[in-house]
């Protein structure tokens, strides 16, 4: 099975958009007339509502940040143990990763777009928006692709490291495909991005499509990445300046009013507050919603994940974020050894607004502005524990590696359970900052005596490609 015939999986999604003018798909061409019919086709909920296994399934299982519970966890699939074991071959050798599987069919929607878009009716700008949002998406599904399956950026390897394929045709009939490197993909999303801002509206109407704000963070977001930190403020503060000027944009929501008397949040019942974490019709603190069900969810079924008690330290106790997470086991048992189960159904992956604040105030830190840094995290930490909890020690916020660290941890507090801690492991397993760091998983048994796994390599850090992607395309190497 080749990689192109992945994209099959988009004829039903393609027909299900706007079947008046999508009864037959030519090779490589997209039948729509007008620009609002391209629009329909980001419309899809395929670009924002991924099922279990197509959204961060595997990072969100790869995170440091996590303990498995061996009653729950040792009945689960296979591949679930596989990649909380950080084992080299996660799938089956005639297995497709429904992950890539999901985002390549995106892409050809996205590729037909770009490609076909200006030829139709509408006018000049309509048609440019349209083309901008597929742009900015694309941009997007390959800084997900990139942090699976290539190594962590670092200039002076970049160049070298294999990458992944590069796909700008709608074409299925594609025969073969190369790995480009790390820096040519990092390359492909920067142009991506930065062609579709000038031409994105600041205001989409629906965060489940791009805008300019969206595509300005998310570009902030890959320069950090790639260590260019001047690049990376300019970005998301511009970002953040064009979500302040919006009269409905996204917002944070105030723990303490929503957790205090007549919040939204309550009342707390047996599967937590409500809130983003339970809903997954909320965009409250969205820039460009996308989500899928975590693995706490009820369509997947718990598998035993808890949060390490280390992870639990990092909480201060007036921290209301705790208030997401529960001491008892999934059929309400006391879990004996008192580690804690975050109650999460939605995880929402594409960017969220407290993301662009860790992120601009981590930046900030780096560029040794620890006063715009601390007062940038303070004002994201007020919104989460009472006020007086919000201040950052005197100690920390006055040193820059000790700030940073903070800001990190901040990331852990913040999402854990939900993916976003493999993304910044791979990051800072190359900063110098963080040299020398273990990554471990730890298996309790049902009398909490533990079983330690330990990541043995930085390989691991790397998804392999499923081997039926790479049987199927002779010049294609995959990762060790």
């Known amino acids: 099975m080749r990689l192109k015939a992945l994209y099959i999986f988009l004829f039903t999604l393609l027909v299900s958009c706007k079947k008046e003018f999508l009864e037959f798909v030519p090779k490589g061409?997209?039948?729509?007339?007008?620009?609002?019919?391209?629009q329909l086709l980001m419309n899809n909920n395929t670009f924002y509502n991924y099922n279990i296994t197509s959204g961060w399934h595997m990072p969100m299982l790869m995170g440091d940040e996590l303990a498995a519970e061996g009653r729950y966890f040792n009945s689960t699939g296979a591949t679930t143990r596989r990649a909380f074991r950080w084992e080299p071959v996660i799938f089956d050798p005639t297995a497709n990763d429904s992950q890539l599987t999901s985002f390549l069919s995106n892409i050809y929607v996205c590729n037909s777009i770009i490609n076909q878009v200006m030829e139709v009716e509408g006018t000049e700008a309509q048609k440019k928006s349209v083309q901008a949002q597929a742009k900015a998406t694309r941009a997007w599904i390959y800084f997900q692709l990139i942090n699976f399956y290539g190594k962590p950026y670092l200039a002076s390897s970049?160049?070298?490291?294999?990458?992944?394929?590069?796909?700008?045709?709608?074409?299925?009939?594609?025969?073969?495909?190369?790995?480009?490197?790390?820096q040519a993909v990092y390359d492909f999303i920067i142009k991506?991005?930065?062609?579709?801002?000038?031409?994105?509206?600041?205001?989409?109407?629906?965060?489940?499509?791009?805008?300019?704000?969206?595509?300005e963070g998310i570009l902030g977001k890959v320069y950090l990445f790639m260590g260019r930190n001047s690049d990376a403020l300019v970005q998301l503060n511009a970002a953040m300046n064009d979500i302040a000027g919006l009269s409905n944009g996204p917002r944070l929501y105030d723990y303490n009013k929503e957790l205090g008397t007549g919040g939204s949040f309550m009342p707390i019942g047996t599967t937590g507050p409500a809130g983003p974490l339970t809903n997954t019709n909320d965009y409250t603190e969205s820039v460009v919603f996308k989500t899928f069900p975590n693995f706490n969810s009820g369509s997947y079924g718990?598998?035993?994940?808890?949060?390490?008690?280390?992870?639990?330290?990092?909480?201060?106790?007036?921290?209301?974020?705790?208030?997401?997470?529960?001491?008892?086991?999934?059929?309400?048992?006391?879990n004996t050894g008192g580690r804690l189960r975050k109650y999460v159904r939605y995880t929402r992956f594409g960017l969220e607004l407290a993301d662009l604040y860790m992120l601009n105030a981590e930046c900030k830190a780096r560029l040794n502005d620890l006063t715009g840094a601390t007062a940038t995290l303070e004002t994201f930490r007020k919104n989460r524990m009472?006020?007086?909890?919000?201040?950052?020690?005197?100690?920390?916020?006055?040193?820059?590696?000790a700030l940073i660290k903070f800001i990190i941890e901040e990331r852990i507090r913040e999402y854990a359970e939900e993916g976003y801690r493999w993304f910044d492991m791979r990051r800072l397993s190359v900063d110098p900052l963080f040299a020398g760091q273990v990554f471990t998983h730890t298996i309790y048994a049902i009398d909490n005596t533990e079983t330690v796994v330990t990541m043995d390599q930085p390989n691991r850090l790397v998804m392999r490609i499923p081997q039926t992607i790479i049987s199927a395309n002779a010049n294609m190497q995959n990762n060790p």
Request: glycine letters at 6%; proline letters at 9%; hydrophobic letters at 40%.
């Open 158 to 182: 970049a160049g070298q490291d294999p990458g992944f394929p590069i796909i700008t045709e709608g074409d299925i009939n594609q025969n073969s495909f190369d790995r480009t490197s790390v």
């Open 302 to 334: 718990n598998i035993g994940m808890v949060i390490r008690p280390e992870v639990a330290e990092l909480f201060n106790a007036s921290d209301l974020r705790l208030k997401f997470y529960t001491p008892n086991n999934p059929n309400g048992t006391p």
């Open 386 to 401: 009472p006020v007086a909890a919000a201040v950052v020690p005197a100690e920390i916020s006055g040193n820059q590696s």
């Open 192 to 215: 991506d991005l930065t062609d579709a801002i000038a031409n994105l509206p600041v205001d989409n109407g629906i965060r489940t499509r791009m805008s300019k704000p969206a595509a």
């Open 29 to 38: 061409r997209l039948i729509a007339t007008t620009a609002e019919e391209y």
